[in-house]
């Protein structure tokens, strides 16, 4: 059964500094976001049995089953990025094509295209942590949900990873696989979060089978079949020196 997440003791939208975001539409009109918060969806796919196997296929490689089904991670204000490169502290890190949710400033809400870069060594201590120490990085490019809302689950949704210059696909599906915008959009009115300079991280797509993710480049792409519109995402991952001391 689905279940919404619970609403934190406290909130970090007052607390934390703002990053700036800013998102072109199809119109060309352009909007400027100023970020209070950051919500990664986690095990957010539509069909609940499927997320259930999915935490038991975790649990065998040490990542601690979420208390609740769908899970709700805050995430640090600045994480959310428009960048073409993301440093790493080591090679286990890997991303997600997701979709983002963007509350801008005059209340619009608006669809862009996003990978959750995340921590695999620090996942298997608190899902929590991993999405904390690497970015959510967001196209730069997005379509107000309205526009979109009738043809929703159609939107396709893929990734590919870059070893050695060669591109390789590692997720392909449509968001008919993950719970809605309507979903959550009602869970952050619940919360009191549907607010401007909110963004909400969908919750990824299964990944294929045998294809190495720690790569050395992500490319995420939302796509429209209707219109042939697509909206896409791309970095570097680049390594960080090794630390002195």
Known sequence: MTTKPSQPAEKSAAQSAPSSLTFELPDG??????????????????????????????????????SVTPALYPVAPYLAQQTGRVRVQHARTSGEAEWALVVAADGELLLTAACDHTDRELEVHGVAWSKNAAPDVLATRAWRLSDVAPRLDDLTLRAWVTHDGEETEVQNGTLAELLPPAYWVEVLRERGDLVPG??????????AEGVDQFAGRWRVELGDPATGRTIECSYDVVPLPEPIG
Do not use: C, K
Not at 43 to 64: F, I, K, M, T
Not at 199 to 206: A, C, E, K, N, Y
């Open 29 to 66: 009109s352009l909007h400027h976001v100023e970020v209070v918060q950051v919500l990664n969806a986690g095990y957010a796919g539509r069909s609940q049995e499927d997320v259930a196997a999915h935490v038991a296929e975790l649990a065998e490689l040490g990542v601690p089953a979420p």
């Open 198 to 207: 909110t963004v909400l991280i969908s919750g990824t797509i299964p990944m």
